[in-house]
Nanobody
Framework: QVHVVESGGGLVQAGGSLRLSCTVE????????MGWYRQAPGKQRDLVAN???????SYAESVKGRFTISRDNAENTVNLQMNSLKDEDTAVYYC???????????????WGQGTQVTVSS
């Protein structure tokens, strides 16, 4: 069994900062890909940022220069530092991970339960 646990959401004023954290727990052999997605009310779930096991990152255009994704492979964690937050960043943020599960060494995608980020102006 593998579980994805997120933390760090909350209410923040526009221009402020929040840090989201995500830990993957369970029968993990390795984690290939980790990422953060978000879904605002009435909208589809979109990629915010992702990071490979080697540390390569990519970001949605709307968050470039404001958000930074990082991971700790030893701890199976991924973080999202969000600065200069805007109203339009308000959404439920989801952590995702592509996990090679032990001992079968099969690869599955796992999602967290989501954490609410609300930016007030």
């Amino acid at each position: 069994q593998v579980h994805v646990v997120e933390s760090g959401g909350g209410l923040v004023q526009a221009g402020g900062s929040l840090r989201l954290s995500c830990t993957v727990e369970g029968s993990i052999f390795s984690i290939k890909y980790m990422g953060w997605y978000r879904q605002a009310p009435g909208k589809q779930r979109d990629l915010v940022a992702n990071i490979t096991s080697g540390g390569s990152t990519s970001y949605a255009e709307s968050v470039k220069g404001r958000f930074t994704i990082s991971r700790d492979n030893a701890e199976n964690t991924v973080n999202l530092q969000m600065n200069s937050l805007k109203d339009e960043d308000t959404a439920v943020y989801y952590c995702a991970a592509e996990v090679v599960v032990a001992p079968a060494l099969s690869t599955y995608d796992y999602w967290g339960q989501g954490t609410q980020v609300t930016v007030s102006s």
